[in-house]
C-alpha cells in the first residue's frame, strides 16, 4: 500500500512538472526564425466604437480578453503564428498619462488589470485571460507577454522599497516616462530580493494563465544578474519558455543616471533568446548602412554557444506609423522586407491595413476619465496605448494585398529565406540595395529603393545564377519594367519601390 501511494505521489509530481508548458514550442519556434509576430493591446484589440468616433464612450465596449478572441481567426489567415500582449497587469492612476493610463505605468506585477476583463463574464479575470490563450492554442497561435520594466507612482505609495529613491528620498522618473518611477534592481553583485520576488510572481502569473514567453520592456535597465535569475526561475517551471529583450545594438546608455545599464550582448549571454535589431533606422539608412545590418545580425547570432535570434523591428508601438513617416511604399518595404530575410517577423496591430494611429480627439479634454489625467494623451501615429480607443486598422486595400502575399511566400519559401545562402549584390547607388537568398536551384532577387521621394533609374545588377536560357524569371513583387542580359538585370524603381523576384530552373 506504501508503495502504491509513493509511486502516486511520484507519477502525479511528473504530472504537474509536464503541464507546465508541455506544448509550448515557441523558444524553438522563434530561434528557428520562424515566428510571425503581431503586437497587439487587448484593452483595443477588439473594440466597438459603433458611433465611430474613434474613442470607445461609456456605453460601447472596449476590447477585453474574451471579446479578443473574434479576431485570432483574421490574425491566423495573415501568417500570425504568434502574438506579443501588451502588460495586462493593473494600471496606475496617479500622474497617469491618458484617461485609460498607459499600460507600462502597472500598480503592480502580480495581478489581470481589470480594464480587459469581461464584467459580466462568470469567468474570473483569471479565467478570461487563460480561455483567451487557450483559444490562441487552438489556432496553433503562441503568446508573450508584456513585462512592464518600471513601476506607476501608485506602486512607489504602497511599495517604496521596491524603488531607487534620490537623496531627498523622492522617487526617480526615468527620461519623459513622466508615469512611472525607476525600480531598484540592485547590482549585479547584490540584486534586491524584493523586486527579484515581484518579478518572479510575475513570470507566475503568465505561466498560470499559459502563456509561452515574456518581452521585457527595456531589458537594458536591469543588471545581468536579475536576468540569469528570472529566466532560471521561468525556465525550471517550462524549459521552452521563451524570453525577449527589448533592447537594440544601437541603445548606449540608460534612460536615468540613477539605472544600470546592460547591453544587448550581455543580455543575451544571460539567457534572452533574442532582441530587437536596430531595424526601425531603415527610416534612416542608406542602402549599404541596411545591409551592414543584415551582415552584423548573422554574424552575431552564429557568435552564440546556444541559438539566439532576432526580431525585425521595422515598425514597433515606439514607431512612427510607416504610412505616416514615408508613405504607403515604406508599409509594402517593410513587408517585403519582413518575407525575405532570414530573421522573426513582427508587425503591429493596424499595420497589415495601413493605420495612421492619428485620432481625431488626441490631447483634448475629455468628459470621463478613469486617472487623474483629463486629456486624451497620444503619440501621434503611434498604436494607442493611454486611452480607451477604437480597433486598430487602417483601410488600404493595396498594403493588405501586399500584406497576404508576402506571408504566403514566405511561407512557401521558408526553406529557401531561412536556410539560403545570403549575397548582397553592388548596385553603385547609395539609395538602392539589392540582395539574393539561394538554396538549391532556387534564388529570390530583393531590390530597393530607400529614397521614397524620388525614383532611381537604370539599375544595374549582375546576378550570378541568372542564366537566360535555363532559369525561369518570376516577378513577384513590384513593377514588371525588368530586363535581362549576360546573367545581368537591368530596371529603374519607383520612389521607395521594392521589387522581388524569383529566379528557378526551367523544367
Not at 508548458?21 to 530561434?31: K, M
Not at 514615408?326 to 517593410?334: A, D, L, T, V
Amino acid at each position: 500500500m506504501k508503495r502504491f501511494l509513493l509511486t502516486t505521489v511520484i507519477f502525479s509530481l511528473i504530472c504537474l512538472n509536464v503541464s507546465a508548458g508541455e506544448n509550448n514550442d515557441l523558444r524553438t519556434l522563434f530561434l528557428n526564425g520562424r515566428a510571425g509576430i503581431c503586437c497587439i493591446n487587448i484593452r483595443t484589440f477588439n473594440a466597438n466604437d459603433t458611433n465611430g468616433n474613434e474613442i470607445i464612450d461609456e456605453d460601447e465596449t472596449g476590447g477585453n480578453f474574451l471579446n479578443a478572441v473574434e479576431r485570432l481567426d483574421e490574425l491566423r489567415k495573415l501568417g500570425i503564428n504568434t502574438l506579443h500582449v501588451l502588460p495586462v497587469t493593473p494600471i496606475g492612476r496617479l500622474k497617469a498619462l491618458g484617461t485609460a493610463g498607459s499600460v507600462y505605468a502597472p500598480a503592480n506585477l502580480w495581478t489581470i488589470n481589470p480594464q480587459l476583463v469581461k464584467k459580466d463574464s462568470e469567468l474570473t479575470d483569471l479565467e478570461q485571460a487563460k480561455r483567451f490563450i487557450d483559444e490562441c492554442h487552438k489556432r496553433n497561435i503562441r503568446v508573450i507577454i508584456d513585462l512592464p520594466s518600471c513601476g506607476s507612482y501608485d506602486l512607489f505609495l504602497t511599495h517604496p522599497e521596491l524603488f531607487i529613491k534620490d537623496a531627498r528620498q523622492c522617487s526617480i522618473v526615468p527620461t519623459d516616462w513622466t508615469d512611472v518611477r525607476l525600480l531598484d534592481t540592485g547590482s549585479n553583485n547584490r540584486l534586491n530580493q524584493d523586486v527579484l520576488d515581484v518579478h518572479k510572481k510575475f513570470v507566475d502569473l503568465v505561466i498560470k494563465i499559459g502563456a509561452d514567453g515574456i518581452r521585457a520592456d527595456v531589458a537594458t535597465i536591469k543588471p545581468y544578474t536579475f536576468w540569469q535569475e528570472i529566466i532560471k526561475y521561468a525556465r525550471s517551471k517550462d524549459p521552452q519558455f521563451m524570453f525577449l529583450a527589448e533592447a537594440s545594438d544601437s541603445w548606449r546608455e540608460p534612460p536615468s543616471k540613477y539605472a544600470v545599464f546592460t547591453p544587448y550582448d550581455k543580455l543575451l549571454q544571460a539567457g534572452f533568446d533574442g532582441y530587437y535589431g536596430s531595424f526601425f533606422n531603415l527610416k534612416e539608412w542608406k542602402a549599404q548602412e541596411f545591409i551592414d545590418h543584415i551582415k552584423f545580425n548573422q554574424k552575431l547570432l552564429n557568435s552564440y554557444r546556444e541559438p539566439k535570434n532576432v526580431i525585425m523591428s521595422f515598425s514597433t508601438h515606439d514607431e512612427v506609423s510607416p504610412v505616416v513617416l514615408k508613405g504607403e511604399n515604406f508599409s509594402n518595404m517593410i513587408i517585403w522586407l519582413e518575407a525575405t530575410l532570414p530573421f522573426n517577423r513582427y508587425y503591429i496591430d493596424g499595420f497589415p491595413t495601413g493605420d495612421t494611429y492619428i485620432y481625431p480627439w488626441a490631447n483634448t479634454k475629455a468628459e470621463k476619465t478613469e486617472t487623474d489625467d483629463d486629456y486624451y494623451f497620444v503619440h501621434r501615429g503611434k498604436l494607442d496605448i493611454f486611452n480607451f480607443s477604437r480597433k486598430p486598422g487602417g483601410n488600404n486595400d493595396n498594403i493588405l494585398e501586399n500584406f497576404k502575399s508576402a506571408s504566403k511566400f514566405r511561407q512557401e519559401n521558408e526553406n529557401l529565406i531561412l536556410k539560403g545562402s545570403f549575397t548582397p549584390l553592388k548596385t553603385d547607388n547609395e539609395y538602392v540595395f539589392a540582395y539574393t537568398r539561394t538554396l538549391n536551384k532556387e534564388t529570390v532577387v530583393v531590390i530597393g529603393n530607400l529614397d521614397f521621394e524620388n525614383p532611381q533609374n537604370k539599375i544595374t545588377l549582375k546576378v550570378p545564377n541568372l542564366n537566360k536560357k535555363k532559369s525561369f524569371l518570376d516577378i513577384v513583387a513590384g513593377n514588371d519594367n525588368i530586363k535581362t542580359e549576360n546573367k545581368k538585370i537591368f530596371t529603374d524603381l519607383d520612389a521607395g519601390e521594392i521589387k522581388v523576384l524569383k529566379i528557378s530552373e526551367r523544367k
